[in-house]
């Protein structure tokens, strides 16, 4: 069974980046295409990219220009960069895994609530 | 981008009544759709997949159907651990888009 685990700071300024890391166990970073979805406060599910270990990825359009996503098959975590955020960025950050691009989310982590805030 | 329609926005019903939750494509997503639960305070959990078929370890009284534009979840005689809020997500094309959810309640 795999189990993922969301770790970053809870507050992040507006205009700073965001950096989420998600730790993935009971499975190899390789095994699985790696996503990153988010709930902003009130509202539904956004999905904001998927990255597979080979580099392979797909991006948000609405996001895409601040968005870095990236593996580490060393440590089996992968991690989500958004930069320049805004209050609307304010969302609680799920990572997730499928079984392949544009597959449903089989295992998610248990979110982390990211608030931007000066 | 595909732009996925729940409704109702709220459904209240009673313990072993029936529940029926729609969900509807403004592009034809084929049976690339699937449904999650989520209950407060947690990770949203796959529930269907492909449309109609149950993932591991749902209950029967969940069923869907439908392809194309149009879905549906029916939750047949309501259990106290199936008030939740249930999201339908495409996965046809990029990028994934999801409805706004479906937030089952007591009545």
């Known amino acids: 069974q795999v189990q993922l685990q969301e770790s970053g700071p809870g507050l992040v300024k507006p205009s700073e980046t965001l950096s989420l890391s998600c730790s993935v166990s009971?499975?190899?970073?390789?095994?699985?295409?790696w996503s990153w979805i988010r709930r902003p406060p009130g509202k539904g599910l956004e999905w904001i990219g998927s990255?597979?270990?080979?580099?392979?990825?797909n991006h948000n359009p609405a996001l895409k220009s601040r968005i870095t996503m990236m593996t580490d098959t060393s440590a089996n975590h992968f991690s989500l960069r958004l930069n320049s955020v805004t209050a609307a960025d304010t969302a609680v950050y799920f990572c997730?895994?499928?079984?392949?691009?544009?597959?449903?989310?089989?295992?998610w982590g248990q979110g982390i609530l990211v608030a931007v805030s000066s | 981008e595909i732009v996925m329609t729940q409704s109702p926005a709220t459904l209240s019903v009673s313990p072993g009544e029936t529940a029926t939750l729609s969900c509807r494509a403004s592009?034809?997503?084929?049976?690339?759709l699937a449904w999650y639960q989520q209950k407060p305070g947690q990770a949203p959990r796959l529930f269907i997949f492909a449309a109609s078929s149950r993932a591991n370890g749902v209950p029967a009284r969940f069923s869907a159907s439908g392809s194309g534009t149009e879905f549906t979840l029916t939750i047949s005689s309501l259990q106290s651990e199936d008030f939740a809020v249930y999201h339908c997500q495409q996965h046809d094309n990029w990028p994934l888009t999801f409805g706004q959810g479906t937030k089952v309640e007591i009545k």
């Open positions: 990255v597979y270990f080979s580099g392979s990825s």
């Open positions: 009971g499975g190899s970073i390789t095994a699985y295409y």
């Open positions: 997730a895994a499928s079984g392949y691009f544009k597959k449903p989310f089989d295992y």
């Open positions: 592009q034809n997503v084929g049976r690339n």
